[in-house]
């Protein structure tokens, strides 16, 4: 799948100057190390002035340089193996306070997603998870927890959920042989994008269901394949993926769908705490 800057590169090359010829050279030799510099330093570093940076992010259809900035670390997410990964985590952070630079993009990839998240299609997301017959929960690699994150407490709220836990995706077509109509599908994947976790989700919109994507690009292949997408935004934190975004979505879908099905959700936990405390499932605390 071609990038969205690339995308824009392709559709408006014959339209370029000298100089944006040579951006468009070393952005697509060298797109993890322009994503980090400034339009001043990407000027200075192809030999070109920094008014023609700009110019050149407006003629790709870009509001300014910082969104063209955005689509590169797109292209960073989707492409780097997590070698390369480390290395441009290293020359990012360098020797400054890891725990306050981690935890401070952590909080605004959550502030980034509040801002640009569709209500309409999690208004949406929400009506079809209370309507569904069944609900398909797919997450594999890092997505995994997430899944199980959700999949904990769909199965307190819900009799007809499904978690998609398996090593193959012939296991996990097998799973998901009688989704169908009136069924939901939610899948959960983030760059590097898991080729199993698309596959089940192509099967299922094939059958019928009602696919939720949770991704985080209306340009992931999640996003594609999906009826509804949820966008949060994630990053690299090193060879790991920061996932703080998309579990506070999740968090808020669970709530959502809890004020829905309030009173019923209140039976159910009312029984679940008196076998809790029949069968000490919770450790308890001196007062």
Known sequence: MASELISRIEAHKHELSKGQRKLTAYITEHYDK????????????????????VRFADKLGYDGYHKM???LHEMIRTKLTSVQRIEVTNDRIGSTDVLEAVMAA??????????????????????????????????????ASLASFLGFYFNSIFANVTLI?????SEMFEQLLRIGEGD???????????????????????????????????????????????IARSDMASFVDSLCAPLSLIN????????????????????????????????????
């Open 165 to 169: 836990s398996t090593a193959t995706l």
């Open 69 to 71: 900035q955005k689509a």
């Open 184 to 230: 939901v599908a939610l899948g959960i994947s983030f760059p590097r994008y898991s080729a199993r976790t698309v596959s089940a989700l192509r099967f299922a919109k094939d059958r019928g269901a009602h696919v939720i994507g949770i991704t985080d690009s209306a340009f992931s292949p999640i996003a594609e394949t999906s009826t509804t997408t949820l």
């Open 106 to 143: 952590d909080a605004e990839r959550i502030r980034s997603t509040l801002g640009e998240i569709d209500r309409e299609a999690f208004n949406t997301a929400v009506d079809k998870l209370v309507s569904a017959k069944h609900i398909y929960i797919i997450g594999v690699r890092s997505a």
């Open 34 to 53: 322009a994503a980090f510099m400034t339009a001043a330093k990407l000027g200075e570093t192809v030999g070109v002035s920094e008014s023609t940076v």
């Open 252 to 287: 808020a879908l669970i709530v959502a769908i809890g004020m829905r099905k309030s009173d019923e959700i209140s039976q159910t936990f009312e029984q679940l705490e008196r076998i809790w405390d029949e069968y000490n499932v919770y450790q308890k605390t001196q007062q």
